[in-house]
């Protein structure tokens, strides 16, 4: 607040407080700053976490700012309001980057901690741990673990889980982390009650084979709790707006630049080798399940499995061109064409053959909740090393894992930053770009 008055009072002077002026962007901000939890951050809120809620409350407090001399009709300086805005958006990002720096280094130093303590000792339990361990900026002490399994002569075992309430109350326990798989029903509201009881937060680890549902959100239907086990990033209309936003301009602009000149190109190349059309179609599941026809450049001798077979390496069916965009992923530039129809995105899960769909629908847990969003020309889980060929069930999994994540949590910042890596992984290359 003292940045926001302090610049404007220096590039307005005393006029800054000659009218509502004042009072209306003081409200503004605040009002604006409750319903988007600009201050609510936590001490595990990633670096994109911070910067999408730093730009996504400029950008509200701009559309207001200037909505109030809209609305009273004043005449302004508008260079002088954006310099004004612009030192002001610098100086808060500046601010809060510094504060959370210097939080980080105190919080690394042993200042500003959380006393915890985990009830279990599986693999969910020493996951929480190591991760608490690895990341001491976050400002968790780990003071030991309970368990009834026979882990006594393990390092920080303090007894078993009977134990716990009085080590709770006479060590100044912060928070409880709680693995369910070791806990009855009965035990995990024993839990409850005494983290209700005693002021102490309680908080409970899945099993790992569940780890892939990441969100849960409580609804009241009049007073009664449900429990929603996943959240969609996108189901909010200003979400969907903006990622729709993203995904035609972009894609007009690749389509306009690029694909204008290199359509012709490739159109004589891939024809000189071999016969067939310049397009490759193939029928995949989309949104909902919706089957659409997704676009490609031809990069294989026309033959009869590849609605079937997955390239893989050395295939012999991959012509020398089609090498060669393949392992640039210039094949895959027609899907912007799929963009502009609406069946695809540019970032969201890859779309699949219809004939792996069917397959990891019954092999892969969870596999068919990628098809909450739209599909995309590139994802989390391609940029990170999850692309092309299926080797084993492993594969798609963790490709599973990585999408559901990008859908729980989708940001217009980890769009771009996926974009990014992609176009970095292309001029650096990838084992499985073939």
């Known amino acids: 607040m003292l940045i926001i008055n302090g610049v404007l009072l220096y590039f307005f002077n005393e006029n800054f407080f000659d009218s509502w002026n004042i009072v209306y962007v003081n409200l503004s901000w605040l009002v604006i700053s409750y319903y988007l939890n600009f201050f609510n951050l936590r001490r595990y809120n990633k670096n994109v976490d911070v910067i999408s809620r730093l730009f996504l409350q400029f950008l509200c407090f701009t559309f207001v700012y200037f909505a109030f001399f809209a609305f009273t009709n004043q005449s302004i300086d508008i260079e002088n309001h954006i310099k004004s805005l612009s030192y002001i958006f610098l100086m808060i990002s500046l601010f809060r980057t510094f504060y959370l720096f210097v939080l980080k280094k105190y919080r690394n130093r042993g200042g500003n901690f959380r006393n915890v303590i985990i009830i279990g000792a599986d693999k969910s339990a020493k996951k929480i741990s190591n991760f608490f361990h690895e990341h001491t900026e976050l400002g968790y002490r780990i003071l030991g673990y309970f368990s009834d399994e026979n882990h006594k002569k393990k390092k920080r075992y303090l007894g078993t889980l009977e134990s716990c309430f009085d080590y709770a109350l006479n060590n100044d326990v912060d928070e409880i982390y709680c693995s369910i798989s070791e806990l009855s029903s009965k035990q995990i509201e024993n839990f409850i009650n005494f983290a209700d009881n005693n002021l102490k937060v309680l908080k409970l680890i899945p099993e790992s084979k569940d780890a892939f549902s990441t969100k849960m959100d409580v609804e ?163 940029i990170r090393g999850y692309r092309g060929e299926v080797e084993k069930n492993e594969d798609m999994e963790n490709r599973v894992r990585l999408d559901i994540f990008y859908i729980e949590n989708w940001s217009f910042l980890l769009d771009l930053k996926i974009v990014l890596q992609t176009i970095i992984n292309i001029f650096k290359g990838e084992d499985k770009a073939y």
Not at 245 to 258: A, M
Not at 292 to 312: E, G, H, P
Not at 358 to 378: L, Q, S
Request: hydrophobic share 45%.
């Open 220 to 382: 009241y239907y009049d007073y009664t709790p449900i429990l929603s086990l996943r959240t969609i990033s996108l189901d909010f209309p200003v979400n969907r707006f903006i990622k729709k936003l993203f995904d035609v301009i972009f894609s007009l602009v690749i389509i306009i630049f690029v694909l204008s000149w290199l359509t012709l190109i490739l159109l004589i190349l891939i024809k000189l080798e071999s016969k067939g059309p310049l397009f490759f179609k193939q029928v995949r599941d989309g949104l909902s399940g919706n089957k659409f026809i997704c676009y490609k450049y031809r990069s294989m001798y026309v033959n009869d499995k590849a609605d079937d077979l997955q390239v893989t390496k050395h295939d012999t069916r991959v012509t020398k061109i089609g090498s060669i965009i393949r392992r640039t992923s210039i094949d895959e530039l027609p899907q912007f064409f799929n963009v502009l129809l609406g069946d695809m995105s540019i970032v969201g899960p890859r779309p699949h053959m219809l004939s792996q769909t069917k397959k990891y629908a019954k092999t892969v847990d969870k596999f068919m909740v990628r098809h909450f969003i739209k599909p995309g020309i590139t994802g989390l889980a391609q």
